[in-house]
């Protein structure tokens, strides 16, 4: 038997909170009742980005309160590393199509934004009535200044960090709220 903590919590590679949960849970309710409030009498597609962001997207879909669809696209940029490779693979695509739908684009952390700007000309030859992104973290001075988001959760420090969603390989999605990853890969 090993002695290693048993508990998520715990583990030496899961540091300080950054972002806590109740912050998380006012934040996604505000960007609900924003989104609400911009979105009426339109059809709204809710395109969340696999894996991490299936957390944010379960509680800002829920703070909307507006019918709306969702779908999921799986990218993949990053292989198990925690720096940005450049390259972004479609791993899964959507089931609906965008034409004539307001699609707000629902992204977990934006770094260097290079996955969202791949995925923003992707999704714009599909011909949606209107493309906007909300993204639930953005880390501070990484993006070009022309990256442009209509919703930001929070604007996050330059460390790598897990939970609500996020992984470092893999692991840790399920914390509840965002940590400092003090771990390596
Ligand atoms: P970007 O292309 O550099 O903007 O990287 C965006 C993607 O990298 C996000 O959608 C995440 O999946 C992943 N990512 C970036 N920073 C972190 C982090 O601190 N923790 C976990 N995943 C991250
Ligand atoms: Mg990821």
Do not use: H, W
């Not at 109740?22 to 609900?32: F, P, Y």
């Not at 989104?35 to 909307?64: C, E, H, N, W």
Request: charged residues 25%; negative net charge; proline residues 4%.
């Amino acid at each position: 038997m090993s002695d290693a903590p048993q508990k998520l919590t715990e583990s030496p590679d899961v540091g300080d909170v950054l972002v806590s949960e109740d912050d998380i849970r006012k934040r996604v309710a505000e960007l609900g009742a924003q989104i609400t409030a911009d979105y009426q009498g339109r059809p709204l597609l809710l395109i969340g980005v696999l894996k991490g962001a299936f957390m944010f997207m379960a509680d800002l879909s829920r703070a909307i309160d507006l019918p709306l669809e969702v779908d999921f696209m799986a990218v993949s940029s990053y292989g198990n590393s925690t720096k940005s490779s450049g390259i972004v693979r479609i791993v899964k695509d959507l089931d609906l199509e965008l034409d004539g739908r307001d699609v707000l684009v629902v992204e977990d952390i934006l770094d260097t934004g290079l996955t969202l700007n791949y995925l923003r000309k992707n999704l714009l030859n599909r011909n949606p009535a209107s493309l906007e992104v909300c993204a639930m973290f953005v880390r501070e001075g990484r993006q070009a200044p022309e990256t442009d988001l209509k919703y930001i959760g929070f604007e996050i420090p330059p460390t790598f960090v897990v939970g609500y969603g996020l992984d470092a390989g893999e692991q840790y999605r399920n914390v509840r709220e965002i940590r400092a990853f003090e771990g390596s890969l």
